[in-house]
């Protein structure tokens, strides 16, 4: 079946859906205390994009943009993409759902940054990624990996 990517609604329905992922925290419970103290709509729209088998959530990422003047990776220095919490539910991988995701973020047109956690490097250098060198400095212990559209390079 073809995946539907979607730009997930911040409600109360969508955060019991994030329970059943491995990376729930701080993210999720501030939405929460948001929704609670009504500081956001219910249905707005959150950073988090998914993949859903009817009912159910089963894979998601957030993208957050970074605005050009914080850019400390790319040539010319220009707006990316951060991607964070890519997760596909145990069951559903293999499937080609991260896949998915993670081209939906390409098709938005900027380069993208994420930091590939332990034993994910194989998966992000087959979506054509690549490493960055390590700056201490700026990199802070994250292992980054980022994807260039055509025109941009790594500074
Ligand atoms: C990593 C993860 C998102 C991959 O999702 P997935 O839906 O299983 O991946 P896909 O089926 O879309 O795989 C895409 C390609 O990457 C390959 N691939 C996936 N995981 C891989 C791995 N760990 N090592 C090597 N290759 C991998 C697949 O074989 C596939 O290649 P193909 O298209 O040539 O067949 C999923 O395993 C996951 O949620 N893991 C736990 C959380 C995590 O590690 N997140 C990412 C870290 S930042």
Redesign the pocket.
């Known amino acids: 079946m073809p995946f539907q990517v979607e730009r997930l609604k911040t409600n109360f329905k969508t955060l019991e859906e994030f329970k059943k992922f ?2 729930y925290g701080l993210q999720e419970l501030s939405m929460l205390e948001d929704l609670q103290a009504n500081l956001i709509e219910n249905d707005s729209e959150s950073p988090f994009y998914g993949i859903y088998d009817g009912d159910a959530l089963v ?1 998601r990422m957030s993208l957050y943009l970074t605005p050009a003047k914080y850019d400390p990776y790319f040539e010319p220095p220009q707006d990316f993409n951060e991607l ?1 919490k ?5 069951q ?11 081209e939906y973020a390409k098709s938005l047109g900027l380069p993208i940054k ?4 332990l ?2 490097d ?3 250098k ?2 054509g990624f690549t490493p960055v060198k390590y700056d201490a400095a700026r990199d802070r212990g994250e292992n980054p990996y980022v994807w260039l559209p055509p025109g941009v390079s790594l500074r």
Do not use: D, I
């Not at 559903?92 to 993670?102: C, F, K, N, Q, S």
């Not at 994420?114 to 956690?117: C, I, Q, S």
């Open positions: 491995r990376e894979a964070m890519l997760e596909v539910l145990p559903y991988r293999g499937r080609g759902l991260g896949r998915a995701l993670v994420t930091n590939a956690r034993g994910s194989p998966f992000w087959k979506l």
